[in-house]
T-cell receptor
């Protein structure tokens, strides 16, 4: 069965650079979520989209932005990267109203 | 979403049942209890969810107390591959909008030989 695809799987950036993370949800899923997991931390919700509209927003820095496109894939754009942005970034997808969120394998971002 | 409390860690011998408790004393009537797990650095994985009745699927059983203030996830025959952090999450289901997961600190289950 198709799963959530995230790219790239690993990304290394310098401070103050920009990064773009991509998420391809399971086909026919209409909802995408982004989570951030710092080293030794638990996943923290960043932002979600339902039918290409922002649905909910968590503790996402103003330097980050995200959108969901017409084909339902989503991108998380991160600017002016800081050392503290180094983390695993997970994307999850679901059908709204359904109980289960399906998580991708994550993108490991390292900021040097 | 209601706050949950879980023990930080538990050990279980392989082949034995693992019983993971969760307290959610402030749960409201329309909130479900969910369990996810995260095997080292992988994406979290859905296990099971329930409202007030006990639930069972191919992975686990969920026992919810009658007052719904606590629950127990049961892995009937734990294997080494069940070693993971287990998260108990209380969450409402809203139709028409996305409903985020709020992860607490979870229970780190170590299954040993």
């Amino acid at each position: 069965a198709a799963g959530v695809i995230q790219s790239p799987r690993h990304l290394i950036k310098e401070k103050r650079e920009t990064a773009t993370l991509k998420c391809y949800p399971i086909p026919r899923h209409d909802t995408v979520y982004w989570y951030q997991q710092g080293p030794g931390q638990d996943p923290q919700f960043l932002i979600s989209f339902y039918e290409k509209m922002q649905s909910d927003k968590g503790s996402i820095p103003d330097r980050f932005s995200a959108q969901q496109f017409s084909d339902y894939h989503s991108e998380l754009n991160m600017s002016s990267l800081e050392l503290g942005d180094s983390a695993l970034y997970f994307c999850a997808s679901s059908l709204v109203g359904q109980p289960e969120q399906f998580f991708g394998p994550g993108t490991r971002l390292t900021v040097l | 979403d209601a706050k949950t409390t879980q023990p930080p860690s538990m050990d279980c011998a392989e082949g034995r049942a693992a019983n993971l408790p969760c307290n959610h004393s402030t749960i409201s009537g329309n909130e479900y209890v969910y369990w996810y797990r995260q095997i080292h650095s992988q994406g979290p994985q859905y296990i099971i969810h329930g409202l007030k009745n006990n639930e069972t699927n191919e992975m686990a059983s969920l026992i919810i107390t009658e007052d719904r203030k606590s629950s127990t996830l049961i892995l009937p025959h734990a294997t080494l591959r069940d070693t993971a952090v287990y998260y108990c999450i209380v969450r409402g289901i809203n139709t028409g909008t996305a409903s985020k997961l709020t992860f607490g600190t979870g229970t780190r289950l170590q299954v040993t030989l």
